[in-house]
Structures are given as structure tokens and as C-alpha cells.
């Protein structure tokens, strides 16, 4: 299990892996430029998508990787079923923690709603379950013609359910959409995108205005197939209601924040699914999730806490899955209008320094949680430096510094958090606000319910704060957001960050790219603006009649690899 | 409700001195009462004992300690109830507890009883268009579902202690004014209101001196009762997410914390959730008690 | 009687528009509903635009008046997290939380009643003590707190139940019973004590002394003088039903009103919060006017008080 991740550009003329583990290093680029990677799903059988999940005990599964080995077959797509599951009448029930508010992709960027229409409305391209890489789905390959100019190239005689074509005029249609979403603004400013050009029935490029290489990632986050005709007829919140895709599933039934019924689609372009019939029942509930999972009424639970593992790993009928996960914990220091104390780094390292990220990691996560090593990204991204290391536990460094910089005797400090949002935050929040007080600052704990929270930090009243962050595997989703005058930003890393990221986005070439994102991880690191804590591990509970099921660390569920007994 | 009407009748009996002994001993008679009424001194003396005086197990996170047995299942005094998912100790977190769990209810209800009070004597002397408004605001109040009413008044005015005492009391005084409005009702039209008119009391004077002691009865009652439903809606909200927050601690929010662990740490849930039931039962009791002291037609 | 229909009804209106004026100012309070429907990273333009859209960057009272005439026109606004009108989205909703109200109220009345007049009939034996006691402590149990207790002992423990959700009647038992804990025990002991108040009247004594036999005098006589009372003030309870419909409905996954009205006071989704604060209350003076009407027509003393 050396890689972790990788990253994958097909049609790009080189590709590229990275070893994972601790000392990863950039391998050399392999693969050479008239590699045209198929990933046709026929045949090729990529041993991805059918890796069983691992069942654990509070160790966390690694990835169930897609192929590394440098086989031409980068895509997800699994081989093509027979037509022999139409016989079948399989069911799958699956427990979620809320109801979807729209099923429209252009409308949310919500995991947990793309979860479902996921099975119902495809990609163009996708992440992998890895979170590292982006893959060719509907579209058979994507490819930069120039800084500026992306070309896909289309699966061909696939239809939406309603008997739309799927075509370039479709894709046109849909990337017109996603690319003016008020959702997805945050991934693509409004001076980037200019237009998408049909070259041919199956063949589109996009042309933006300067050079910005997320738009493969903002691609890989929204960019479903959107059928033109119905969605302009019905329009965009009723489409949301009644979505048509080109999926393996069509939508049945939706009783509001009851349950939503996904009947197959028998004429899949990728054969029938074995599965007839998902149910997906909304049960927000941690504890009654679990229970649901435990007495059969549901065979897959999403996202459940920690609290939840002993009981899983005990059952002789549910396995808990865990997978790295995406969403970052990390106490932001205002510095801004925080207390003058934080404007000294020396400061802010000692508080990094004092608290034990291990223990937590080991006590309120059960183990299932990876500690932030002293940068934003995590370990399977491909923004991450590996030659970062984490801030170790070291109270007496802690102190040492804070005497360093005057404030050995302690400083005020408010540090305020989120309660009930995110499993464990309550607890998170009283334990790092305990570990701060043991290096002798005094710390006033405000907790607020997130409806406050947002309240305030709206209002730019929030000062330091704890939350728990998730965005999108690209790295410019992610270091973009702590430049200066952006939304997350409560500490000015200075021109030189900000000039970086914003150079990397303008790189289509990701040796040039990962180079400069290294050298802000660095200033970040050096300077940090937040307390790098925790990324939970994201827990499943499954059935063991459920085959195939690969958790994703964007936490969407696909399931096109799963099958039940 | 029966509670009300009969504590509308109590309210009609006019004060008397000599009556006490014998309202003391219906109240006294039952064991369920004396119990229920030691207890509550009990948990009124606990949430006296400074905050400052519970070791520091209750208060300082040890996470080798996560989800330690309950004492009581190993025979030690240690971690009686066990501890929660911080590695607190679960009992002297439920002692710590009372404390806010006991004053956000009868600050709540000191509160409720005085707007409430008020605005029913108030309505009821004056009739017109302040019993209409009266009136109308209690019906208005009565209907609201208080449980979501409490909840989007809290997250408005933000989570902390005394939001949600606020809360509490606003949503609360209805129930007084009502009984209150009814209770006066009967009384102004009688001989000593109309003396005191006569002579040229003011109204002030009639409202506190005269009609405030003879209603003190079924104040007296709805105010107990009302501590037990204040407790109980205290810890839905806190339940929820929306009660008060670390460093504070109510029972409602200890069992909000240990909801999570009902499995792993039943300990963490099941004695918070035992000290609100007793408690709430406790008041209950010597309020129907006092009702039955208070109630001229109840037997020795 | 018409008069006094008339005079009941009339003053119901102001009570309704009080309603929506207080649950108006409520939802005004509760933060800025732009950040929570266009995400935190939304530039400050189209949240401008959103407030313009929505009519958020009028005066309050302009807010108001347009609010009370839409509502007047059966329009409570658009959901700003659905993107759906609030009555849609209501509607929706509602038949999960009458289905879970009716069966907690017939439970209350089938409990209440039989073993009310029990009570009250072997008043003072031991298992009037026992009753007496589990009432008591029906009515001290944090409604969540019984929810789970349900969940864990009765669905996964004994697995006899299902744990939550909606589906056939054997998903309607442990929700039932966790909200009409407080109805129950509610009815339990208001039985008792009607019907000890009646039994001690002279017509009973009479009808006994006559030497109808004491089933019949229960029948005939005590039940339906307990009966109606214990209906109204059951009928008035509507408002605590709600209250414990946020929290079981929460507690078991129920598709109801009450969790969605909690859900949408944590993504501040202020017509939600208000168009359903807002019909419940409604509802509920609605439900005490016909009462008190019913009870009019029933008891002519009442209509001269």
C-alpha cells in the first residue's frame, strides 16, 4: 500500500504518481505522450472500484485504490454488466443523515445530496475514491490543448432516460450551467470561464479567459450531465425535484425527509445494474442510524461518529468501513482583531506545540482520525508537502516560546467553536481549549450552535475560532481560501502566499503547480494561521450482504461498483 | 386542566393566619411528600456548594480516563457514575449540575411568576381594554408550540444562560396570568376590595395589599409545578443543542453529551437523565401536596 | 349561541394577527438568512442581490405588511434552503405529524379513561398507588429521553420494533408512545380526579341508591360526565402535542412538522420557521375556538360568563 494517491491527468502527456507513506517523493513522470488512455470500462477491468472494503478494528482502511500499476485504464468504469441483472430484484437500503433540499447538482454542492444524485445524473470527469486524482467518466478523456483551451472527447450513443442525447450540445449546455451556479462561485471566479465551443457531435472544448487549472477539479465537483431539452422545459428547481440523467438509476419516489426510492435503469449505457432498487431513508439521527443498521432496516449507514465503531466492529452483521477523510479541524487564529499576543507567530506555533494531537487522535477518535501535519492539506491530496512535519507535543517548547515572545504568564484568549455541527466538535473543542490552558493561557471557551456561529462570523465578530472545513481535493480550493481578502482568510499570510497560489492556478503543468503549492505549505507552515488539529476519518457501517462498497473521500457514495447478497 | 381549576379554587379561600397549621399537616401527611421534600433540600443545599469546591475530576478532561466503569460496578467510590467521554467524572458532574440546571429553572419561573402575576391581577382589577390585551396576549402565547417557540428564541438571542432563562420566562407567564386573572376575578367583586375602594385606597395599594395574599396560594403551586416543566423543557433544549454551553452544565446537557455513547457509556446518559427524573417528580409531588394543603375542601 | 360564536370568532382575529406579528419579529432576530443559503464564500454583491430578491433590504415594516398580505393570499413565502414554497413543503410534511398526533391521542384516551375511572373507582388500594406513582413519573420523563431508552431497549435490544422512520403501524408504536407519555399521564390523573368528584355527587348516589346496578351507574352516569371534560382539556393540549412532536419526531426519524421546523431553525431558514410557527398556532386557536364553541352549545352557563 505504498501510493496513496495519485494524480491523474489523462490525456495529459505525462501522468504522474506519487509515492505515499511518509517520505513520499515525486516519481519520476511515466508514461509517455501518445499513452491516449481509453478507459472504455470494457475489458480493460480496473481493479478499482471492486476492492472490498476493509473491515477494521479502530485501525483506519486504507483506500481501496484504484489501479496505480500504470495501466493505460485511469478510469473508474467498471466493466460493462450483463443484461442478466434485469432479472434481478436485489434491494438496497441506505441510512442518510439528511434529506436532500434540491436533487439538482447545479444548485448544491452538498455531499451528502450528491450521494443520491450521483446514481442518477453522471459526471464528465470524476474524483477518485481517493480524493488525489481526477478520471474521465462520461467524457473517455479530457485533455489541455492549450493554458486556456480544455477539450473532452464523449462517450458515444449514450442517452439521458427521457431520450435526450447525450452529445457535445448537451455537455455545452451543462458546463454553461455549472460554470454560472451561485453554488459553485467559489470554485470559479466569474472572469474565468468564457464559453464551451461543440467542435463535433461528440467532441467539446472549453475556453476560458486566462489560464486557471482548477477547472478540472470545479469539473470534477459538479459537471454532471445535464439533459438541455428538460431541464430548460421544467427548469432548474423543478429539475431538482425530478431529475433526468444518464445514470444507472431513475428516480421512483421521494417522501420529504422520509425516504427517496432509485429504481434501475434497465437501458444503462454500461449494462444493468444488479441492484433493482435503492432506498435511501433519512434517519439524522447518529444513534437511531446506527440502530437502524443494526436491526437490518438499512444496510449502509453514512457517515457515522466514532461513538459508533465499538458497536459496529462487536456485530456479527455490519462491518465498519473507515476512509481518510477530507474534513479539516483546525483552530483559526484571528489576528486581526484577536488578542495582540497572537500577532506574534512565536505565539501561534507555541499554541500548535501544545496541544496533543495523538492522544486525541488515539482517545476521542478511537484512533479513527489522521492528525493535520503542520499544513491545510492532508496527506492523500495532492497539494500536500511531505517535507513538512507535524508540530509535536512539546509543553515545555510551548512555554519556552510563549516567555520568548513576553507571555509567560499567559495571555487572554476566546476561542470560540462549533457545537452539534460536526460529529465530536463539542468534544474537540473542550479538550484543545484544556491542552491551551495547560501551557498557561487563559482560555474563554465560547461554544455556539452553528446557526450562531455563521451569524457571527458573517458579521466578522467570530475572532478565533475552531471548525471543521471541507472542500474539494483540488489544492486551489484549498490554499486559494487563505489568501488575502479571501473568505477564510483571519491572518494575513503576507503577498508572497497569495502570489503563489495564484501563480499555481494559472499552471496547467502540475510539477510546476505542486512546486509552488510546496512553497506556500511552507509560509503557512512557518507562519501558521490556525492550530492544525485533527481530519476525522469518515465511518460507514455496511452490511456484509453489501459487496463492493469503496467509500470516497469527497464522501459522495457511488454506487456503481456495489452489489448486495 | 385539573391542576389549574383546582388551584382556582384554592385561590377563593381567603387568608387566613390560623389556617397554616392544618395546610401543613395535609401537606406533611404523605411519605411520597416528606421524601420528594428532602430531597429537593437536598439538591437546593448541592447547588449551593461553590462550583469551586468539585474536584478537579469533574472539570479537567483526562482522555486516559475515557469511559471509565462506573464505581458502583466495581465497589469503589471512585468514578461512582463513571466517566464521560472526556474522562470527567459523571457524578460530581451531575452535583456541579444542579447548580444551573436549578437556577435557570427558578430564575425562569421568578420571572414568569412576576410578568405572570401581574399581568393577571392586572387584567382582572382593571377589565377594559388591559384585560383585553391581557387577554389576548395570553391566548396568543398559550398557543405557540413552547418548545419551538424556545428554541428559535434562543438561537435569535444566542446560546448562554441567561437567554435561555429569558426564554423560559417568556414563554411561561401565560400560563400564570391566566389562573391569576381568574382567581382575582372572584375577588374583586368582594366586600374587602370594595372597602378598600371606598376608603380611597389606591389602586396599587388594593392590587399588592389585598388581592396579591389572597392569590398567593395558587401562585405558591403553579410555581413549584412550573419548576419541574422548566427543568424538563431546559433539557429538551439542551437535548437539541440549543441549552447552555461548556463550561457550563446542566443535567439536559450532560445528556446531550453522552447521547452519542448510550452504548459504550450508558453511565454517561442514564444518571443525568435519573437526577431530572427524580427531581421533576420531587416537584411534581410537593406541588400536588400544596395543592391539596391549600384546597379548604381537602380532609386532614 | 350566535352572538356568542360571533363575539368568540371576532376575537380570534386580532389573537391571529398577534401571532403573525410575533412570530414576523421572531425570525427577524435570528441572523442573516443570505449567508446561510449562498454559503459562506459568496461575495457581498450577490448577497445584495439575494436580500433585493427576497425583500430583506426593506424596512421592517414594509417587510411586515407584504407578509401579512401574502399571507392573506394563502402565500407564506418561499423556503430559501428548498427554493419551494413554505405551504408546499408544509403540506408535505403534515400527514406524518397528524398520523403520530391522532394515534398519541387515542392512545391517551384509551389509557386515560380505563385506567383513570380504575383509579378513581379503587381509589386508595395499592394499584390505585402504583397508578398514581407511574403517572407521576410519566410526566417527569424528558420525552427524548424515553425516545431513546425505547429505541435502545425495545428495537435493538429486544428487537421487536423498528427503530425509527415511517412504514406500517409497527413503526407508529415507539413514537406514539414516547409522545403521549405526558398525554397519558395528562389524562390518566384528570380522569381520576373528574371522576372522583362525580361519583361523590348526589345523582350518583341516588341512581346507586335506586339500585342501578354500579357498572351502568359508571356507564350511564360518571363515564360520560368524565368524558366530555377530559376531551376538551385534551383538545386544548394541542399546542404541548407540537411542542413534543419536535422532539420525538427528532428522536425517531419521523417525517413530521416538528423536525422540520427544528431543522429549519438551525439553517435559519426563516420562512420555514415562520410560515410553520405560524400555521401550527393558527391551528391551535382554531382547535380552542371550536372547543370552546362545542362547549357552549353543550353547557349554556358558559355563553353569559
Redesign the interface.
Known amino acids: 500500500m505504498g501510493q496513496h494517491w495519485k494524480w491523474l491527468l489523462t490525456g495529459m502527456s505525462r501522468r504522474r504518481f506519487v509515492g505515499g507513506a511518509l517520505a513520499a517523493t515525486l516519481l519520476a513522470a511515466c508514461g509517455g505522450g501518445e499513452s491516449t488512455p481509453t478507459a472504455t470500462g470494457e475489458g480493460s477491468g480496473g481493479s478499482g472500484g471492486e476492492t472490498a472494503p476493509t473491515a477494521t478494528a479502530a485501525a483506519p482502511t486504507v483506500p481501496a485504490n484504484i489501479d496505480t500499476s500504470g495501466s493505460t485504464n485511469g478510469g473508474l468504469v467498471p466493466p460493462k454488466a450483463p443484461e442478466s441483472n434485469l432479472q434481478s430484484t436485489k434491494q438496497l437500503t441506505v441510512g442518510m443523515s439528511l434529506d436532500p433540499t434540491t436533487l439538482n447538482p447545479v444548485l448544491t454542492t452538498t455531499a451528502a445530496y450528491q450521494s443520491i444524485y450521483a446514481q442518477i445524473l453522471e459526471q464528465l470527469v470524476i474524483f477518485g475514491p481517493d480524493g488525489g486524482s481526477v478520471s474521465p467518466w462520461l467524457a473517455e478523456s479530457f485533455e489541455w490543448v492549450d493554458d486556456t483551451t480544455l477539450e473532452l472527447r464523449l462517450r458515444q450513443g449514450i442517452s439521458f432516460t427521457n431520450g435526450e442525447p447525450f452529445d457535445a450540445e448537451s455537455v455545452k449546455f451543462s458546463i454553461d450551467a455549472f460554470a454560472a451556479a451561485k453554488a459553485y462561485a467559489f470554485m470559479i471566479p466569474p472572469d474565468v470561464y468564457k464559453e464551451t465551443e461543440v467542435v463535433d457531435e461528440y467532441t467539446a472544448r472549453v475556453h476560458l479567459n486566462r489560464p486557471y487549472a482548477p477547472f478540472i477539479g470545479f469539473l470534477a465537483r459538479g459537471g454532471a450531465a445535464l439533459p438541455p431539452k428538460y431541464y430548460a422545459e421544467v427548469g432548474e428547481d423543478a429539475f431538482g425535484q425530478q431529475p433526468i440523467g444518464t445514470g444507472p438509476f431513475v428516480l421512483a419516489e421521494w417522501v420529504k425527509d422520509d425516504h427517496i426510492t432509485l429504481k434501475r435503469n434497465d437501458d444503462y449505457w454500461n449494462g444493468p445494474h444488479p441492484v433493482a432498487t435503492v432506498t435511501y431513508r433519512v434517519i439524522p439521527e447518529d444513534t437511531a442510524r446506527l440502530a437502524a443498521l443494526e436491526t437490518g432496516e438499512i444496510d449502509l449507514a453514512m457517515l457515522l461518529p466514532v461513538s459508533a465503531l465499538n458497536r459496529l466492529n462487536a456485530s456479527d452483521t455490519v462491518d465498519a468501513v473507515t476512509h481518510p477523510g477530507l474534513r479539516k479541524f483546525a483552530l483559526h487564529f484571528d489576528t486581526k482583531t484577536g488578542p495582540e499576543a497572537l500577532k506574534d507567530k512565536r505565539v501561534r506555533i507555541a499554541l500548535n506545540l501544545a496541544v496533543d494531537k495523538q492522544a486525541i487522535v488515539d482517545g476521542i477518535f478511537q484512533g479513527a482520525a489522521d492528525p493535520m501535519e503542520g499544513q491545510w492539506e492532508a496527506r492523500q491530496e495532492f497539494g500536500f508537502n511531505p517535507n513538512i512535519s507535524m508540530f509535536p507535543y512539546d509543553v515545555e517548547q510551548a512555554k519556552a516560546l510563549l516567555a520568548e515572545a513576553g507571555y509567560a504568564d499567559g495571555f487572554d484568549l476566546q476561542v470560540t467553536y462549533t457545537v452539534g455541527r460536526y460529529p465530536q466538535d463539542k468534544e474537540l473543542g473542550e479538550i484543545v481549549c484544556d491542552y491551551i490552558k495547560q501551557v498557561g493561557v487563559n482560555v474563554i471557551q465560547r461554544p455556539l450552535e452553528y446557526g450562531t456561529f455563521t451569524s457571527l462570523r458573517q458579521e466578522g465578530t467570530l475572532g478565533s475560532h475552531q471548525w471543521g472545513l471541507l472542500l474539494p481535493p483540488e489544492p486551489y480550493f484549498n490554499y486559494g481560501n487563505f489568501v488575502q481578502g479571501s473568505a477564510y482568510e483571519t491572518h494575513d499570510l503576507g503577498d508572497e502566499y497569495s502570489r503563489l497560489v495564484d501563480e499555481a492556478s494559472r499552471r496547467t503543468d502540475l510539477d510546476e503547480q505542486l512546486a509552488l503549492y510546496h512553497q506556500a505549505a511552507q509560509i503557512m507552515h512557518d507562519d501558521p494561521p490556525m492550530l492544525f488539529l485533527v481530519i476525522p476519518q469518515d465511518i460507514y457501517g455496511v452490511s456484509k450482504r453489501v459487496r463492493g462498497f469503496q467509500p470516497r473521500t469527497d464522501q459522495v457514495l457511488w454506487l456503481f461498483t456495489v452489489d448486495v447478497d | 386542566?385539573?391542576a389549574l381549576s383546582?388551584s382556582l379554587r384554592a385561590g377563593r379561600e381567603p387568608a387566613v393566619q390560623s389556617v397554616w397549621a392544618r395546610r401543613f399537616g395535609v401537606f406533611w401527611r404523605s411519605w411520597e411528600t416528606r421524601i420528594s421534600t428532602l430531597l429537593l433540600l437536598v439538591m437546593i443545599g448541592v447547588a449551593l456548594v461553590p462550583t469551586s469546591v468539585w474536584p478537579d475530576t469533574a472539570f479537567?478532561?483526562n482522555?486516559?480516563l475515557?469511559h471509565r466503569e462506573p464505581g458502583l460496578l466495581m465497589g469503589t467510590t471512585d468514578y461512582l457514575f463513571g466517566a464521560d467521554?472526556?474522562?470527567r467524572d459523571v457524578f460530581f458532574r451531575i452535583l456541579m449540575g444542579t447548580k444551573l440546571t436549578l437556577l435557570i429553572a427558578g430564575l425562569a419561573t421568578l420571572f414568569a411568576t412576576i410578568i405572570g402575576s401581574a399581568a393577571g391581577l392586572c387584567a382582572a382589577y382593571f377589565r377594559g381594554w388591559v384585560d383585553m390585551v391581557v387577554s389576548?396576549?395570553v391566548?396568543?402565547m398559550?398557543?405557540?408550540?413552547?418548545?419551538?417557540?424556545v428554541?428559535?428564541?434562543v438561537?435569535?438571542?444566542?446560546?448562554s444562560v441567561s437567554s435561555v432563562i429569558i426564554v423560559l420566562a417568556l414563554s411561561g407567564w401565560a400560563g400564570y396570568a391566566r389562573v391569576i386573572r381568574s382567581a382575582t376575578l372572584s375577588l374583586v367583586e368582594r366586600e374587602f376590595v370594595e372597602a378598600a375602594r371606598c376608603t380611597g385606597a389606591r389602586s396599587g395599594h388594593i392590587l399588592l395589599r389585598h388581592l396579591l395574599p389572597n392569590v398567593a396560594s395558587p401562585i405558591l403551586v403553579l410555581s413549584t409545578l412550573n419548576l419541574?416543566s422548566f427543568i424538563?423543557t431546559e433539557?429538551?433544549v439542551s437535548?437539541?443543542?440549543?441549552g447552555p454551553?461548556?463550561?457550563a452544565v446542566t443535567w439536559?446537557a450532560l445528556?446531550g453529551?453522552g447521547?452519542?455513547?448510550?452504548?459504550?457509556a450508558w453511565w454517561a446518559?442514564l444518571f443525568p437523565?435519573l437526577a431530572?427524573?427524580?427531581t421533576?417528580?420531587a416537584f411534581?409531588?410537593v406541588g400536588d401536596a400544596m395543592r391539596d394543603a391549600f384546597d379548604p375542601h381537602t380532609r386532614q | 349561541m350566535l352572538a356568542y360564536a360571533i363575539r368568540r370568532i371576532l376575537i380570534a382575529i386580532p389573537t391571529l394577527i398577534g401571532i403573525t406579528l410575533i412570530t414576523f419579529l421572531l425570525v427577524r432576530v435570528t441572523g442573516d438568512p443570505a449567508r446561510f443559503v449562498l454559503g459562506d464564500t459568496a461575495p457581498p454583491s450577490a448577497i445584495e442581490a439575494f436580500r433585493a430578491e427576497h425583500g430583506l433590504d426593506k424596512p421592517l415594516p414594509v417587510q411586515f405588511v407584504n407578509y401579512l398580505a401574502g399571507v392573506a393570499r394563502g402565500d407564506l413565502g418561499t423556503s430559501l434552503r428548498y427554493q419551494q414554497p413554505v405551504l408546499t413543503l408544509f403540506a408535505e410534511r403534515l400527514p406524518a405529524t397528524i398520523q403520530l398526533g391522532l394515534s398519541a391521542y387515542i392512545l391517551a384516551l384509551l389509557v386515560g379513561v380505563s385506567v383513570g375511572v380504575y383509579s378513581a373507582l379503587r381509589a386508595g388500594s395499592p394499584l390505585d398507588k402504583v397508578i398514581r406513582v407511574s403517572v407521576l413519573f410519566g410526566q417527569a420523563v424528558p420525552g427524548f429521553y424515553l425516545g431513546l431508552v425505547l429505541i435502545i431497549v425495545v428495537a435493538v435490544g429486544l428487537g421487536w420494533l423498528p427503530t425509527g422512520g415511517r412504514g406500517g403501524l409497527s413503526h407508529l408504536v415507539l413514537p406514539t408512545i414516547t409522545l403521549a407519555s405526558y398525554l397519558v399521564a395528562f389524562s390518566v390523573r384528570f380522569t381520576r380526579s373528574v371522576m372522583l368528584d362525580v361519583l361523590h355527587h348526589d345523582y350518583i348516589r341516588t341512581a346507586r341508591a335506586k339500585g342501578v346496578a354500579e357498572g351502568a351507574v359508571i356507564r350511564r352516569h360518571a363515564l360520560r360526565n368524565a368524558l366530555i371534560p377530559l376531551v376538551t382539556v385534551l383538545a386544548l393540549q394541542s399546542s404541548v402535542v407540537f411542542s413534543g412532536a419536535v422532539v420525538t419526531e427528532t428522536v425517531f426519524s419521523w417525517p413530521g412538522i416538528g423536525r422540520f421546523a427544528l431543522q429549519a431553525i438551525s439553517t435559519r431558514d426563516f420562512p420555514v420557521i415562520q410560515g410553520t410557527v405560524l400555521i401550527l398556532t393558527a391551528f391551535v386557536v382554531l382547535v380552542n375556538l371550536i372547543v370552546d364553541l362545542a362547549y357552549a352549545y353543550l353547557d349554556p352557563r358558559i355563553r353569559y360568563s
Open positions: 386542566m385539573s383546582e479537567d478532561s482522555l486516559t475515557r467521554a472526556l474522562g389576548r396576549l391566548d396568543i398559550l398557543a405557540f408550540p413552547i418548545l419551538l417557540l428554541l428559535a428564541l438561537a435569535a438571542l444566542g446560546q419541574a424538563l433539557s429538551s437535548f437539541l443543542g440549543l454551553q461548556p463550561p439536559g445528556i453529551d447521547r452519542n455513547y448510550m452504548y459504550d446518559t437523565g431530572i427524573i427524580l421533576v417528580l411534581n409531588l
